[in-house]
């Protein structure tokens, strides 16, 4: 396994070189989770459009032609990191905005009483745009619930929940909140064998794993663009069979890319055209060089990257659990870290997660408090009244002495708690 030169990338990225207000010493960024920092040739990328091809679709003349020329490499790039072809990519807003559209046009074609399967695990985007459809439509909800001592997914508990009126399973490739990787492969098996379709959240896993949709055998996979280091856009893969079936709400004159409503944030394409350009020279770094395709040196990256953030993450794991008063939510046997994604969900005792993450971010130490959207499962810990988690997100810039950084400020602070709190247990669904 080829080590990634991090402190090269890091160099590539200019948010990493913000100094803290308060001192001299550059700001962490262990917010990923909800947002990644961009390198340079994606900022440049951007600018670059508005210089030289800022037009709209479909023009006679140079610079719609360039900016045509963007989307269709960006779709096709896109394809390539997800495991689909160029025509199978839908590019909008954000993976909720696109998943809400694409819920409506799915489940046009079911009838009152079909079944869907959500979970109490995932972030609210691939929960409640379907809630909603079964609402609008009468369709059934059933509820996939996560096992609270290390917030995992139980395909024993999926099975029962499956009949021969399930017409869709919504589920995470990885928790945002608390970083549970599901055995989605499995969970198509199980759902295909029913006859239902998969919808998968692949926002949170795409920073960090190689992503094969084709693999998963998932029948749609969501993701955001700005959560792998490019501009704010959504994407979803979809199978062409699927998506030429599907119910379309658009324009009449749209026939190009029908499910992208109105006019596209192309410039942010040709930003996230140069993020998967970034991710590619991180494939080449890790050794695959002009021979590779784009596609395999996207994977080459993802599996150096994960590689590299598990070793920095362990780091975090263990320092998280021998400070006192920290309680860490999620899998926490190292032995099972290949199924978990480098972000850590905490709590301190005594203390208001919002309290928790100012205090961090007054140190120049940026992380998430609250629900991340992930409010279902923040309930089910019984954790919601105290402000939810704190959550510490690790990227593949990021360094063990940021990790190190965290946890002394993280050690203070849980030593200035008041004496004979401790955090509440899980508590089960009634």
């Not at 055998?217 to 663009?225: F, L, T």
Request: glycine letters at 10%; aromatic letters at 6%; hydrophobic letters at 45%.
């Amino acid at each position: 396994m080829t080590t990634l030169d991090v402190d090269a990338l890091r160099a590539r990225f200019p948010a990493l070189s913000i100094p803290v207000p308060s001192g001299d010493a550059p700001t962490v960024f262990f917010d990923g989770p909800g947002g990644t920092q961009v390198p340079d040739v994606v900022i440049e990328a951007v600018a670059d459009y508005y210089r030289t091809s800022n037009a709209n679709h479909g023009g006679t003349f140079e610079t719609s032609r360039r900016s045509d020329a963007i989307v269709e490499e960006a779709h096709a790039a896109l394809g390539d990191l997800l495991g689909v072809e160029a025509d199978e990519v839908i590019v909008g807003a954000n993976m909720t905005t696109l998943t809400f559209h694409l819920s409506r046009s799915i489940t046009a074609a079911m009838d009152p009483g079909d079944e869907l399967v959500v979970t109490g695990l995932d972030h609210a985007a691939n929960v409640d745009p379907w809630l909603a459809a079964a609402a609008d439509r009468g369709l059934v909800v059933r509820w996939w619930e996560p096992r609270l001592d290390d917030c995992t997914l139980h395909l024993e508990d999926l099975a029962p929940l499956l009949g021969p009126r399930t017409r869709l399973v919504a589920v995470g490739l990885a928790s945002n909140a608390v970083g549970t990787i599901n055995p989605v492969a499995e969970v198509a098996r199980l759902a295909h064998a029913a006859g239902a379709l998969v919808y998968v959240d692949a926002v949170h896993a795409a920073p960090h794993l190689a992503i094969d949709a084709r693999a998963l055998d998932a029948d749609y996979v969501a993701a955001s663009v700005y959560k792998f280091f490019g501009p704010h856009l959504g994407v979803v893969a979809g199978r062409r069979a699927l998506l030429g079936g599907l119910r379309q709400y658009k324009v009449r004159p749209a026939v190009d890319h029908v499910f992208e409503t109105g006019t596209g944030n192309f410039e942010g394409q040709a930003g996230a055209l140069a993020a998967i350009g970034y991710l590619e020279d991180v494939g080449r770094m890790a050794g695959l060089g002009a021979s590779a395709t784009r596609r395999e040196r996207l994977v080459a990256a993802m599996t150096a990257i994960r590689a590299s953030e598990m070793g920095v993450y362990r780091r975090l794991h263990d320092g998280l659990a021998a400070t006192p008063g920290v309680t860490l939510y999620g899998i926490t046997d190292p032995a099972a870290f290949d199924r978990r994604t480098p972000t850590a969900a905490i709590t301190v005792d005594g203390r208001h997660a919002h309290g928790v993450a100012t205090e961090l971010g007054d140190a120049g130490i940026a992380v998430w408090d609250g629900d991340f959207y992930a409010l279902g499962l923040v309930e089910r810990l019984g954790v919601a009244p105290r402000g939810g988690l704190v959550r510490i997100g690790l990227t593949h810039y990021n360094t063990v002495a940021e990790v190190d950084r965290c946890l002394a400020v993280l050690a203070e602070i849980a030593s200035s708690a008041p004496a004979g709190t401790r955090s509440p247990a899980p508590q089960p669904v009634a």
